[in-house]
């Protein structure tokens, strides 16, 4: 059976995502805890994927899935090197999802406020992270028969989107996840890699300390939401698409 693996499932959109995939592929309904799932009566028809969930926290949300799941820090490359062991090079991987992400508080990731280690940090985990990983996953995904990279960016990587300044950490991890991702498309065209590039609009998560803080935001939606909306780009966008930068609506968005 094909396989997935999606980071950054132990919260937030990650962990929505991984349990629609779960939904998705489960031949019967799956029984998650009430209070964790709203999908737990969900049934599917096709058993597409074994799912491997992962985030560097071995947390309930994520130890509660009805899936494999593994501990993986995607900022060390210790973390994804035995990660890449346990899977084994072997096995192919249909559909790789990096979803795990940080960003530090708007107030230092200013002009005056951003630092060497606030970069440090949000690099690691947003920009090299997913292209490590993907490097040490590269010979299991080119063993699958049609397989799929994504990551979820953000839209405030676009240069052209950018006309609020700040962020400066956040902001250009994204921008360089994009310029990585897109050099990826390119390299692995001919494999017949499709990669793309995601974004899920703006999400009730821990992410952002305005949504932690209680404060309402304009347009923000529940991760399930986003989590289905992204789940409906990855699955009807092809290689006609790859190496492209998408809004979770279907939206193409300029970089
Ligand atoms: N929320 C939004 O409005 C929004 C908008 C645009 C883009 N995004 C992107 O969407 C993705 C998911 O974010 P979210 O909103 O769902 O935030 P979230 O709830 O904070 O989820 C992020 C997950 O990534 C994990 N993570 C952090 N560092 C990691 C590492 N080094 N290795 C492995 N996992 C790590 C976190 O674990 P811990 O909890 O243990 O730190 C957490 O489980 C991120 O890439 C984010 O940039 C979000």
Redesign the pocket.
Known sequence: MPTAII??A?????HALARILISEVSKNPISIAPSLSPFNSLTSSIQNYTVLAT???LGLPLTSLPCETHQ????SLLSIQSFAQCIGADTPIDLLLH?????ERPEDDALHTVDLDGLQRTFA??TF?PLLLTQALLPNILKASSPKVAV????VGSMTDNTSGGQYAYRAS?AGVNSLFKSMSVDLREDGVVVLVL?????K????PRHKEGVEVEGAVE?DDAARGLWDVLEGKGMESTGKFFHRTGEELPW
């Open positions: 980071t950054g132990n919260s937030g959109i990650g985030d560097q926290t993986l820090d995607v900022s979803v795990a992400g940080v960003m985990v947003n992270g979820v960016s953000s839209r994204k974004h899920p609009g703006i999400v998560t821990g992410l952002d991760p």
